[in-house]
């Protein structure tokens, strides 16, 4: 792993109230559902679904979904594979699918693509940090916690080499020659 340092981005208050307005839009868009299935993509996503669903008042099952498409590297792929899916059939619910960050927008369209096939009856995204200068698939999330530069960024469940999940902050990675 290269020698880096994390400058804070976005401090842990910001992100906090940011997630509980998220919160409220998603309540109001769902509002007549039986059932939110809220499917988190690990394992960026793992703190922020944790933090969003505690502040949904909607009645929520919450399912996770394992796709990767950079392993240890700081650029995507652009493959992607399921490393883990859902314990439960969505067919006929109403999903929110919760991304960490988009970036290219490989993962989010392969995994929406995976999920529509299912049959839901609605299917929404929501993602806490949305990078569209890198965009190379045409999509934009429902809901955006935050829309950032092209910065590699860790911290809030988001990692480097799987180190700074635990920060919670989200920081941009500097790295040192």
Known sequence: M???????????????????ALAA??????????KLVVIGLLRGAFVFVADLARKLTV???????????????TESSREVRVLKDLRAGIEGCDV???????????????????LRARGPARLETCALLDKPSRREVALTPRWVGFEIPDAFVVGYGIDYAQRHRN???????RFID
């Open 167 to 173: 920060r919670p902050a989200i920081g941009t990675v």
């Open 2 to 20: 290269r020698r880096h340092v994390v400058d804070e981005m976005i401090g842990e208050e910001t992100i906090a109230a940011r997630v509980a």
């Open 59 to 73: 009645p929520v099952e919450i399912d996770f979904l394992e796709a990767s498409s950079y392993g240890n590297a």
């Open 96 to 114: 929110l699918l919760v991304e960490d960050i988009v970036d290219t927008g490989h993962t989010l369209s392969a995994v929406l693509a995976l």
């Open 25 to 34: 839009e998603i309540d109001a868009h769902f509002a007549d559902t039986e």
